[in-house]
């Protein structure tokens, strides 16, 4: 079966870093990609990831490691407003979305 | 319309009626999607359109229906609801169905049947 695996809920402090990881077993890959979702509201796109190596966009960065099935999303100079749900995906073999339950970041000041 | 909006946002509904959530994207993109999310599991893919006029069924299709008669339009349909089909449905639309593009999604509908 196709499994995606993110651990359930982190916390870190305002102003830090934290790496939240996920690892996938999936048939074909064609992609990863990282999206972001607020208590009650819809997932928004965050990052995708193709080939190996590290992406940044601003403040936030994913890396993708294709050999191991691994990849991270690091979020630098944590925000309150990151605190949220961070749901990993993999583009199977047929192009289907298959996602991971989710990791509930909670930020402390 | 700006997106993708979901109709209704939220609804209790008796065990064995009949239900359609509606979803209309202003967007032109060619795939949509409709996915439930549950606590604790991730989303779940019901039911796909690669463009209008073809529907596909996803991992979990079983109790729903859609059509695609049009680009902007993808109703899903319950033809006789069951309480474990308490969920909120997320629509979602992508320019293609392959490649990069990212899933944009809509506001969701919060589903209870009793």
């Known amino acids: 079966g196709q499994n995606i695996d993110q651990p359930t809920e982190m916390t870190a402090t305002e102003g830090a870093i934290v790496q939240i990881n996920c690892t996938y077993q999936?048939?074909?890959?064609?992609?990863l990609f990282w999206y972001q979702q607020h208590a009650g509201e819809a997932p928004t796109f965050l990052s995708y990831?193709?080939l190996d190596g590290l992406e940044e966009k601003g403040r936030f960065s994913s890396f993708l490691s294709r050999s191991k099935g691994y990849s991270y999303l690091l979020l630098k100079e944590l925000q309150m407003k990151d605190s949220a749900s961070y749901l990993c995906?993999?583009?199977?073999?047929?192009?289907?979305?298959?996602w991971g339950a989710g990791t509930k970041l909670i930020i402390k000041p | 319309i700006a997106g993708i909006t979901q109709a209704p946002t939220s609804q209790i509904l008796a065990a064995g009626r009949r239900m359609t959530l509606r979803c209309t994207q202003d967007m032109r993109h060619n795939a949509m999607y409709w996915y439930r999310q549950d606590l604790g599991l991730g989303l779940r893919l019901i039911h796909y359109?690669?463009?209008?006029?073809?529907?596909g069924k996803g991992e979990v299709p079983d109790g729903y229906s859609v059509s695609r008669a049009n680009t902007d339009d993808f109703p899903l349909t319950l033809a006789s609801a069951v309480p474990s089909q308490t969920s909120v449905y997320f629509c979602?639309?992508?320019?293609?169905?392959?490649?990069?593009?990212?899933?944009?999604f809509g506001p969701g509908t919060r589903l209870t049947v009793l």
């Open positions: 979602a639309s992508s320019a293609t169905s392959g490649g990069f593009d990212e899933q944009f």
């Open positions: 990831n193709v």
């Open positions: 999936t048939s074909g890959f064609n992609g």
């Open positions: 995906a993999v583009r199977d073999r047929n192009y289907q979305l298959i």
């Open positions: 359109s690669n463009t209008a006029g073809t529907t």
